[in-house]
């Protein structure tokens, strides 16, 4: 696999390897588990009636704050 062209024989070679799909779904899970807390659990805390539209809504507003002060910070993305 040190070829300076892409292959499809490496790609065969990377689905073979057993890291490879266990990897892929972690990432696959971790986005959509990240959105879903990020965006949408707000919205159910609302609809619960455990607090106002205001309050669910600042829960968003910290975590888009922490990612901005993050990429700031740190000079990536």
């Known amino acids: 696999m040190n070829a300076k062209t892409w292959d499809l024989t490496q790609a065969k070679a990377l689905f073979t390897t057993p890291t490879f799909i266990p990897y892929t779904l972690i990432w696959i899970c971790h986005g959509i588990g990240g959105w879903g807390i990020t965006l949408v659990l707000p919205t159910v805390i609302f609809d619960l009636g455990i607090t ?26």
């Open 52 to 77: 106002d539209t205001a309050r669910t809504q600042l829960m968003t507003i910290v975590r888009l704050y922490l990612n901005i002060y993050n990429v700031t910070n740190t000079n990536t993305i």
